[in-house]
């Protein structure tokens, strides 16, 4: 069974930038696409990037040019660089193992203008 820990969310002001990493245990990792999610307070957790086995990323529109996803499969860890943040990136950040195995606990985004 897999285990993901989040680590890296913190308190930024908007523009700056914030380093978020998922560490997770287990061989599994290596044979995952790998997917990064957040969960807004009274809105449903969406989705906010992927990113393949071999390294290849996916974002939603709204992160692109922002936020680069990126994978160590020899530390199995997947990382989101977030950079030039916004009020609006406000959010408890996920890592998941897709397309339908854990969840992590989630690291808290704050960005204040």
Not at 60 to 84: E, I
Request: proline letters at 4%; one cysteine or more.
């Amino acid at each position: 069974q897999v285990q993901l820990v989040e680590s890296g969310g913190g308190l930024v002001q908007a523009g700056g930038s914030l380093r978020l990493s998922c560490a997770a245990s287990g061989s599994i990792f290596r044979l995952s696409v790998m997917g990064w999610y957040r969960q807004a307070p009274g809105k449903q957790r969406e989705l906010v990037a992927t990113i393949t086995i071999a390294g290849r990323p996916n974002y939603v529109d709204s992160v692109k040019g922002r936020f680069t996803v990126s994978r160590d499969n020899a530390k199995n860890t997947v990382y989101l660089q977030m950079n030039s943040l916004k009020p609006e990136d406000t959010s408890v950040y996920y890592c998941h193992v897709e397309p339908f195995g854990p969840w992590g606990q989630g690291t808290q985004v704050t960005v204040f203008s």
